[in-house]
């Protein structure tokens, strides 16, 4: 084995789902662990078994249909966790019992209320039981960092001692210092000597859990415990993306590698949002949503020279498209030519300049700077009221069918419509067509929420008669999102009813309009 190899210990399924709002139910769960293990995870702890039916279920359920990956399964240092851990784990082919016992004062006199000797016999009783259902048993010593060193040292050896391959020294509290969490580290492993992987668990209470592991294998660590995202207790746990790509990038600083396949982590991550619906912070380090995202002007104008500038990994390689360069009120020139070039449009300098000033104009007051704003920027300007339809109000009623009504404003005079449809989005799009007078077909729709705006933002796709148009627009919910964007579809094809619209220079360009004029 190379002896740089870190193994990557995944707990966003137990300490992960711990987190209030992270729970998962056995068909998550399952599906998480298909995406951890295709990620390349060495250990995949499944659960806590005793905790509840459910967890023991879906431990059970993961170790069976994953026969190639080590799964393990949480327990506390008394014989019915151990007997529950043991139970989920039997369909298991690599199943480790990963048990606990806190070792620090604090813990032992206050939770644990056991004296230190007390606390080190059940050590050595739950180690023997554990052993006699598997080979693989890890201990951890819960609160390590906070633990008197002789005495944990007593607790470690009697779990070597016992057959754990694996030691396991938390920063439960997440006290730690890197410098000092990596002297702590070294010690251990000094002292147990090539007999068990050291492992470490940090917590990240002063953020400093990403900080602590990468030292931690500096000092001799060979396992690190991680969850996607850094879901956890309390403030989390380190983030596996955070650290696999601490190692891959600095390779020249820390030499060490791990199987993970970075091209899933943001995948990964995604998955696990759908799943629990907590998302990230949107500058969380490489899978939050700005992680490859480039405002400024100055960045922009860099990145379109030379993304080195300001890039010290592709976003492909943790799984991410493309590099994203959002339009904004920092924006300059290059990054709006660029985006209309990929868009399809050739703008002369000239040209660029007017809008650039009316671009900017539009930047003050909107945030999210979309596609189908820089068209109307291109075409008509950048004030809204030429729009000939604009929302006022909706009502929408779900009863079997979808009712809707909605008005309308054109010029300051009001009109109103009402429709029935299936959905209520296909409903309000057709009540727009009623209170404009164009019938509406709904063809395709899609509506994402932004975590960190809390906007909605819709793309929908409608058709009059054979002429197909697209239109984008954000609102604080769905519906609101997509019949906004509806009337952006119907208020360009007003529009080319006066007049052909701009066309892409000779590319398909990425609007989904085939604007021919009715
Ligand atoms: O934080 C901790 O100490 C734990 C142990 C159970 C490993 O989660
Ligand atoms: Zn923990």
Known sequence: MDPNRVCVFDTTLRDGEQSPGCSMNTPEKLRLARQLVELGVDVLEAGFPIAS?????????????????????????????????????????RPRIHIFIATSDIHLKYKLRRSREEALEETIRCVEQ??????????????????????LYQV??????????????????GYSYPDEYGRFVAAVCERLRGRAIVSVHCHNDLGLAVSNTLAAIEAGARQVELTINGIGERAGNAALEEVVMALKVRQDRLPYTTGIRTELLYPTSQLLTRTIGVGVQPNKAIVGKNAFAHEAGIHQDGMLKNRLCYEI??????????????????SGRHALRARYEQLGYQVEK?????????????????????????????????????????????????????????????????????????????ACCAAVGVATGHPIAVQ??????????????????????????????EGPDAINAATN??????????????????RPAGSQGAQARSATGD
């Open 156 to 173: 470690l050896e009697a779990a070597v001692a016992g057959g754990c391959s694996t030691i396991n020294v938390p920063d439960t509290v």
């Open 350 to 426: 000239q040209e660029l300049d007017e809008i650039y000033h009316r671009f900017t104009q539009l930047a003050d007051k909107k945030k999210n700077i979309l596609d189908d704003d820089l068209m109307e920027l291109l075409e008509h300007g950048a004030d809204e009221s030429v729009a000939a339809f604009q929302l006022e109000a909706i009502e929408v009623a779900v009863d079997g069918a979808s009712r809707a009504a909605v008005r309308l404003l054109r010029q300051g005079k009001p009109a109103a419509g009402q429709a029935e449809a299936e959905d209520p989005i296909t």
């Open 485 to 502: 964007a509806c009337l952006k579809a119907v208020n360009k094809y007003v529009r080319n009813r006066w007049g052909p619209a701009r």
């Open 130 to 151: 554990a052993r006699r259902y598997v080979d693989d048993v890890e201990f951890s010593a819960e609160d390590a960092t906070r633990s008197d060193m002789d005495y």
């Open 53 to 93: 039916d459910d967890d023991h279920d879906a431990v059970r359920a993961v170790a069976r249909e994953f026969g190639w990956v080590s799964i393990a399964a949480l327990a506390r240092c008394n014989r019915l966790d151990i007997e529950r851990a043991a139970s989920a784990l039997e369909p298991a082919k």
């Open 313 to 330: 990994m592709t976003p492909q390689t943790v799984g991410i498209p493309e590099t994203l360069m959002v339009l904004g009120k920092h």
């Open 444 to 473: 395709s729709y899609a509506v994402h929420l932004d975590e960190s705006t809390r906007l909605n933002s819709a793309d929908i796709t409608v058709c009059f008669g054979n002429q197909v148009y697209a239109g984008q627009a």
